[in-house]
């Protein structure tokens, strides 16, 4: 594997490759990134993966600092997998000079969930990732159902720039006991770590609630929400949203949509102690 941290270097390598598969990370690697770049190959060839840590998507009193940096360890699985390159920029090579030109989503996808609670995440988000494909120049790229409104923002970007870029969607792999792998995880105490999964069955338990419904209704999804609140802080969690939302767009159900059996998805977003974890299920 070549390890390149360079753009014009990088370029150089791509050279005449029209079939690159890309997979951008922030490191600290684990299983839910591998089962990516393993999708990426099937898509493509060569693959290629990144690591940046990028502090424009990180708010002033956010973890940019103690972000787990394990760049030895990632090498060896990156190996292992058969990623042609790992394009590793320092914050110089990335942004040689402040990056003042940025990538706005629009409001109704980009300020709510995840961009309600850590504004100008997205935003950080959108022009890195419109940087890295820029460099890369990938026909297609791998993103994680794990953070699932980022996953519908990125698509949405490829799609309003018209970007030559396919944007493939990976399951998200979770540990034995229900919890989605995060990088975030390594935070958790071992009590923490012993009650993260409740989150998911958290999910889960709503998943069957809907299910159940006789009448699906504005205001039963919004019970079903509210139940759920409480249930999560009763354990001790503080969740920042916990929400019944149309897989289509991440907005509220309205009746009519609900009618016409729009697709949902559970989104939530919640602290166990000082750790913030993030978890989705389509319903
Ligand atoms: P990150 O390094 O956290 O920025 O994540 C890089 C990519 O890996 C993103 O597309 C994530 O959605 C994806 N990812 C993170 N965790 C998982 C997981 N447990 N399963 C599948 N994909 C994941």
């Given at each position: ?32 990134h ?9 898509y ?8 940046f ?106 799609s ?45 338990a709503?998943?069957?609630q ?37 897989q ?24 166990l ?6 978890d989705?299920?389509?319903?």
């Amino acid at each position: 594997m070549k390890i390149i941290s360079d753009i014009n270097e990088l370029r150089d390598h791509l050279r005449g490759q029209n079939r690159t598969s890309f997979v951008p990370t922030m490191g600290n690697l684990h299983e839910g990134h591998l089962s990516l770049m393993r999708l990426a190959r099937q898509y493509g060839d060569p693959v290629v993966a990144s690591i940046f840590v990028n502090r424009l998507q990180f708010g002033p009193n956010e973890d940019f600092d103690s972000y787990p940096r394990t760049m030895q360890a990632d090498i060896d699985k990156l190996e292992q997998e058969g990623v042609y390159i790992l394009f590793a920029p320092t914050e110089k090579d990335l942004y040689p000079q402040p990056q003042e030109y940025r990538v706005d989503p629009p409001q109704q996808l980009g300020d709510i969930l995840e961009g309600e609670f850590r504004p100008g995440f997205f935003k950080g988000v959108c022009t890195v990732v419109l940087k890295l494909f820029s460099c890369v120049q990938p026909r297609v790229a791998v993103f994680g159902k794990k953070d699932y409104q980022q996953l519908m923002i990125v698509r949405q970007m490829a799609s309003q720039f018209a970007l030559p870029v396919e944007i493939v969607p990976a399951e998200t792999i979770r540990a034995e006991d229900g919890l989605a792998l995060s990088s975030r995880n390594i935070y958790l105490s071992s009590s923490e770590r012993a009650e993260a999964p409740a989150l998911q069955r958290q999910l889960s338990a709503m998943r069957e609630q809907v299910l159940g419904l006789k009448e699906k209704t504005v205001s039963a999804l919004m019970d079903i929400e509210a139940q759920a609140l409480t249930q999560m802080q009763t354990r001790g969690w503080e969740p920042d949203y916990i929400a019944i939302r149309q897989q289509g767009d991440l907005a509220k159900p309205t009746q009519a949509n609900l009618d016409s059996g729009q697709a949902l998805v559970i989104v939530t977003a919640a602290k166990l102690g000082k750790t913030r974890l993030i978890d989705n299920l389509e319903i």
